[in-house]
């Protein structure tokens, strides 16, 4: 959802770019930089002190915005400047997932324990970025094109995630509830993406199959 409304923020990109460009920095460096306050915002999820690792996980999500712009404005936007953009975007959202894991959440009585819980959200925001690396993989989009969509994308995703950080400050089961909400929402979004690579495969295995009764 987020993704569709990208063109709002090209201006405010831009000047990001503009004025981080004057630092000594390639954007991979950048890019490598960002996960440093996720690593330490784990930290402080581990231990509870919530408001702290709201700070660092809005620091890191800051960073990931620095490193494309300054690519931008600098023309030195890369195919692997991109893809190390995408694997250090799961990096963090892992590592705040990993810090979760000792905090003792309570329980909202939502049918399964939060560990449960935490472990479907990871699956499901995996399973939504598999689902569109596997589209690509099999030649189910097209040359150039990328399989997108989706009722969370990983933007929203972190957004709920932050939010139930921030709240976990005066309540910790407003966490509880971002997680359930995460879990539940992620796998949609992850199946919605397989039902839109099927409709996407139709057009192409039928010029296949078209194609092999001309061959006959």
Known sequence: MLYAARKRFERLSVWIGMLFSGIPLSPNQWTILSLLPAVAAAYFVAIDQFLNAAVL???AAFLDLVDGSVARVTGRASRFGA??????????????????????????????PMKAWLFIYFFGAMMTTYAKAAAKEKEIVKEGAELKGGILERAERLLILFAGILLAAIN?????????LLAILANISALQRIW??????????ARTAKGNKKKK
């Not at 839109?196 to 295995?205: D, L, N, S, T």
């Open 57 to 59: 996980f809005i620091a």
């Open 83 to 112: 893809y190390l953009d995408t694997v250090a975007d799961r990096y963090v959202e892992a590592l705040v997932i990993f810090g979760l894991l000792f905090v003792k959440l309570p329980d909202p009585n939502f049918f399964l």
């Open 172 to 180: 910790p089961a407003f966490l509880s509830i971002a997680i359930v």
């Open 196 to 205: 839109i690579a099927r409709k996407m495969a139709k057009p192409a295995e």
